[in-house]
Structure formats: structure tokens, C-alpha cells
């Protein structure tokens, strides 16, 4: 609106008009400026990032130029140098377009994004409690990857072999269900079974088994029990 105004050449309301935003610039300055030098405080005691001190400070050199345009903008306006009012008045919306952006790209810093469908487990950070950059702000269940877990004697696995479609019960649930094994793994030494036999026996190591339901199972839930039908 301000630079149709000047395009009509330079009038009382034009000079009025030029003037008071030169004000708003300026009272915008004052507070990025006021917002940088908090900021650089609480960087240097460690309690704010790198990029929070970058981003106020961008802000506040943002607000240098919008208000150097400004007042540039109304002494011309005073002048009555219609060419060069246009260019300023050109000049401080593009400015004021760069602020609007800067602004958007810090109101998308306040909001995270979870990777993946699922539901919220664990709120770690209560209300009002700073978090330092990285540390982890919840914890997120895939409720569509679901699976069940076994620790199998060797001697035991030839009843579970890989892409095997096995029975399984759950108590809590009161119900069977199928599922395909998909994963098998040693588990180390530290979980072998040792002989108790000097002779005629022998050590038998531990597997960890993973199986996936064959269909959906809203109501499985971790840390459930599940039991396997032989």
C-alpha cells in the first residue's frame, strides 16, 4: 500500500505514512536488538545454542536494514524524489518479505516432526523445563510393527526355522494367533547353556527368535506374554 501511495507521487499522507512505519522499523529494531544482546548473554553461560544466538542476531540485522529503508523512505518522501521513493518503497517491502520468511522459518523450528506413524509412549521433558539441542523429547511405538520375541536352546530351533508360520498364545489376550519367524540370531556366550557332564555332554548356546503376526493385532501391546504352541 505504501508503495502505490508513493507511485501517486508525494503527499501530506505519503510523508505521515513514511514517517510512521520509519517509527514501527525503529521500535522493531530496538527489540531485535534487545532480543540479540539477551541472547548472546545466555549463549555465552551455555544456555542457549550456536544457532539460537545466529538466529536473533539475523533477526536483529534484519531489522537494521528494515529501519535503515524506512527512514530512507521518509526523508525522500519529505524531498518529494518520486524515482527514488519508488526504489525505497520497493526496497522496504521486499525487506519486510524477508522478514516475514524469517519469521516462518523460526515458527517451523518450534514444532517436530515424528519420523513414522505410531503412537506416543514416553513424555521425557515436562512443561516448561529447558532441553538442551539433541536430547530426545519423547518416545514413539510403531503400532503397525509388531513382533514377538524368543531365547530358543539350539536344541530347540529346528521347531522354529526361518519363514516358519508357528502358533502362538496370549494369555492376556485369551487368544492364538499365527505368526512367521523372521529372525534368528546367537546370542553370545555369556547366554550358552554349560554341560554339567565332564563327558557325554556338551554345551548348548542360546538364539534369540523374532516372529511377526501373519495379521494385524491392535491389542497386542509390549511387554505382553506370549507363549508357543508346539
Do not use: H
Not at 502505490?4 to 505514512?17: F, H, P, Y
Not at 536352546?153 to 521347531?159: A, M, Y
Not at 494369555?171 to 523372521?182: E, F, G, M, Q, S
Not at 557325554?200 to 511377526?212: H, N
Amino acid at each position: 500500500a505504501q508503495n502505490s501511495k508513493i507511485d501517486q507521487g508525494t503527499r501530506i499522507q505519503v510523508i505521515q505514512s513514511a514517517y510512521e512505519l520509519w517509527q514501527q522499523a525503529l521500535a522493531a529494531r530496538t527489540i531485535a536488538e534487545k532480543t540479540y544482546n539477551r541472547m548472546e548473554a545466555l549463549y555465552k553461560q551455555d544456555v542457549v545454542s550456536a544457532q539460537k544466538r545466529d538466529e536473533a542476531q539475523a533477526a536483529f540485522t534484519a531489522a537494521k536494514a528494515a529501519e535503515s529503508a524506512a527512514k530512507s523512505q521518509y526523508q525522500m518522501a519529505k524531498e518529494g524524489a518520486q524515482k527514488q521513493d519508488k526504489v525505497s518503497a520497493n526496497a522496504l517491502a521486499n525487506a519486510a518479505k524477508g522478514s516475514v520468511m524469517e519469521v516462518e522459518a523460526l515458527l517451523q523450528d518450534q514444532y517436530l516432526t515424528a519420523p513414522c506413524d505410531g503412537e506416543i509412549d514416553v513424555i521425557y521433558p515436562n512443561e516448561s523445563e529447558l532441553v538442551a539441542m539433541g536430547a530426545p523429547i519423547m518416545s514413539l511405538l510403531k503400532t503397525e510393527d509388531k513382533y514377538v520375541t524368543f531365547n530358543v536352546r539350539e536344541t530347540e530351533l529346528s521347531k522354529m526355522p526361518a519363514g516358519k508360520e508357528i502358533e502362538l498364545n496370549v494369555p492376556a489376550l485369551d487368544k492364538n494367533i499365527r505368526a512367521t519367524v523372521y529372525y534368528i540370531r546367537d546370542l553370545g556366550s555369556y547366554a550358552t547353556w554349560r554341560a554339567t557332564k565332564a563327558t557325554g555332554d556338551w554345551d548348548s548356546r542360546t538364539f534369540q527368535v523374532k516372529a511377526r503376526p501373519v495379521e494385524q493385532q491392535p491389542d497386542l501391546r509390549p511387554g505382553m506374554t506370549v507363549l508357543f504352541n508346539e
